[in-house]
């Protein structure tokens, strides 16, 4: 796992950004689950990673948050559906266990929760009976779920394992269908018997989606891991289809409502489509796109709208002839580095992951209200970005798979070691020629502005994160390894004796020649001074359990979730208090202005990026500790 700065509250009620912070102008999303509403062609909701739902009211050329927070926190929104009644029905599985079925009807603005005694059910997939609001099967993990009371009870209609997919037959409800990691299953008397239908199908047959021909709801379609596959006959046989495929995980496949011949397929590598009924098939969009759902409507025959894993959405209003990305509003991007300009005020960039093709590095010239892309050379995950005054290598980037540098922030060059690549945490600039770096196979060290590295010898621990500090006298590397805290004095490696055992982040903070070093986890934060005998004497620090801290330009950032609060040193060594930007978010970097004081940047997982503009104020630890107290749980309103 990349460093987080864990801040993810568990309250189910989230707030929009504090008056001091704003959010930067910088869009995407990781799209599961995209519809259209069925009596508004120009009206469309999507669920992401990150619990959001968003809506859009003009044809998905902007999108809009109507809770302006996140209903779901924790929980990745896997299924939307409208019912006849006009409500919108959200499913939900948590990212560290159990799901969530809720209800709105006021277009995402409110949510009521309709999960009783389903809480520790992971939900996979939900389906509303089109004739009967009050009539809705929920599928996951351990089976599937039967509500006649729009999700006030439920039942347990069947112990199928692992549901990926559900669908009830317009014609009847005594009909449905549930699609599983391996192959499907029907019942025609309301789920008192169930028949495995996989005559046709291969063992493994994962069926990500069900998709029933509205003409005609015996011709039937799903995506699967294994190419597409259709039966003519309510799933009693199937036929397989992949000619022309590139590759063979579809996660989509939906009928043109204009034109029966013509399907479409979203495919971990692309939109592909068929005019010959599904016999063959070819692609229609960049190959980079992993395609999560397909939104289509008769009323608007020409428009396409893809759903696409990390990158956002993508519209067609010529019959696929073309794309464009239309992501303006959506939030829900993963930033894990963010920098500054030395050199150039207002200057900050941001290392983007998991958008796809819109996946690498950013460039705001106004204090974030605007963003570009900068980088055109394809990079592996970005995990810290480092900017300096150097105009040939202005550049350094820590990735999943190596080093790599740029004098222009376009083209990137990969640096040495290449032929082994390694996960590079963190990158640390030193002085105009020398950088540090914590990665999976050690502390690394550049002596040609980073264009070349090596492992420092003695020094083969995974490192979590590493600081500037001095031991004594002299500069000091501090490394946090899986063998604890250690220190480099620039000859050899030392252990520090009595030093916490784990954390995740480390800082370092000096105070009128005192030297604080900080390091946090999932334990909370500890601080300590470290003297020439390499011993740990333990300092006192804020109460905040799940916490990380942040170094930078003798600042240290702190926050938690038990703090609702991110806490920042000053030249005194107290600490002062800024609100968290939301209640949800998980801080990844933070990075202080350095032509402005009083503004720094704060980049999250799964949130995008905020800005902190304005004074802190004073930390109060026993006003901390009564509202920390006082927190707790509340509703989905």
Request: include cysteine; hydrophobic fraction near 35%.
């Amino acid at each position: 796992m990349r460093k987080l700065l864990v801040l993810l509250a568990i309250l189910t009620l989230a707030t929009s950004a504090s008056a001091d912070w704003r959010r930067a102008n910088l869009f995407g999303a990781d799209v599961r689950a995209l519809i259209i509403d069925p009596s508004n062609p120009d009206t469309l909701y999507l669920g992401t990673s990150g619990g959001e739902v968003y809506v859009s009211t003009d044809g998905a050329k902007s999108w809009q948050n109507p809770r302006g927070g996140v209903p779901f926190p924790g929980y990745v929104v896997d299924s939307l559906v409208i019912d006849r009644a006009g409500r919108l029905w959200a499913a939900c599985w948590g990212l560290w266990g159990g799901g969530a079925v809720a209800v709105s009807s006021d277009g995402g603005k409110t949510w009521d929760r309709r999960d009783t005694g389903l809480e520790d059910f992971s939900v996979r997939a939900i389906a509303v009976d089109p004739h009967d609001a009050d009539f809705v099967i929920a599928g996951g993990l351990t089976g599937v779920y039967r509500s006649t009371d729009a999700g006030e009870t439920w039942e347990k209609l069947s112990d199928q394992s692992n549901v990926e997919s559900l669908a009830i037959d317009p014609r009847t409800r005594d009909r449905m269908y549930v699609g599983t990691w391996r192959q499907g299953w029907r019942t025609d008397d309301g789920g008192k018997t169930w028949k495995l239908i996989n005559d046709g199908m291969v063992l493994d047959t994962d069926m990500f989606s069900i998709t029933m021909d509205s003409e005609n709801p015996d011709n039937m379609w799903v995506a699967t891991c294994g190419w597409v596959y259709n039966s003519k006959n309510a799933g009693n046989n199937w036929t397989r289809y992949r000619d022309g495929f590139n590759n063979r995980r579809i996660h989509d496949v939906e009928i043109d409502p204009c034109d029966r011949d013509a399907l479409y397929a979203g495919s971990v590598a692309g939109l592909y489509r068929s005019n010959d009924g599904g016999k063959t098939w070819y692609v229609i969009s960049d190959e980079g796109l992993v395609v999560n759902t397909i939104a289509l409507h008769p009323q608007r025959p020409n428009r396409i709208i893809l759903g696409v894993e990390g990158d956002g959405v993508y519209v067609s209003e010529d019959n696929a002839k073309s794309f464009t990305r239309s992501c303006d509003g959506l939030r829900n991007l993963t930033v894990t580095s963010i920098a500054t300009d030395p050199g150039e005020a207002r200057h900050v960039y941001a290392a983007v992951v998991f958008g796809g093709v819109s996946s690498g590095i950013y460039q705001s010239d106004d204090a974030g209200a605007s963003w570009k892309k900068i980088s055109t050379t394809r990079l592996p995950e970005s995990l810290s970005l480092a900017v300096t005054d150097d105009p040939e290598v202005k550049f350094v980037l820590g990735t999943e798979k190596g080093f790599f540098w740029s004098a222009d922030g376009r083209q990137w060059t990969e640096g040495a070691p290449s032929n082994a690549p390694i996960r590079v945490d963190k990158v640390l600039r030193f002085n105009q020629l020398r950088f540090f770096a914590a990665t999976s196979e050690g502390v690394f060290t550049s002596r040609d502005s980073g264009r070349n590295w090596y492992r420092l010898a003695g020094s083969d621990n995974r490192t979590a994160d590493i600081a500037i500090g001095s031991l004594g006298m002299r500069q000091a590397l501090f490394a946090l390894t899986s063998s604890g805290l250690m220190v480099y004095d620039g000859e050899s490696w030392s252990a520090i004796q009595d030093a916490p055992a784990k954390g995740r982040t480390l800082a370092i903070r000096e105070v009128h020649d005192s030297q604080s070093v900080f390091i946090a986890g999932m334990q909370g934060v500890k601080a300590g001074r470290v003297d020439v005998f390499r011993h740990w004497y333990e300092a006192d620090a804020p109460d905040a359990q799940h916490a990380a801290v942040f170094g930078g330009d003798q600042r240290v950032f702190l926050s938690s979730r038990q703090q609702k609060e991110v806490l920042v040193s000053d030249a005194a060594g107290d600490w002062l208090s800024v609100p968290v930007p939301s209640r949800t978010a998980e801080l990844t970097s933070i990075a202080l202005d350095p032509f402005d004081r009083n503004r720094f940047y704060a980049g999250t997982l799964r949130e995008g990026i905020f800005i902190h503009e304005g004074p802190a104020q004073k930390y109060d630890a026993k006003k901390s500790e009564v509202t920390t107290a006082g927190g707790g749980g509340g509703s989905s309103q």
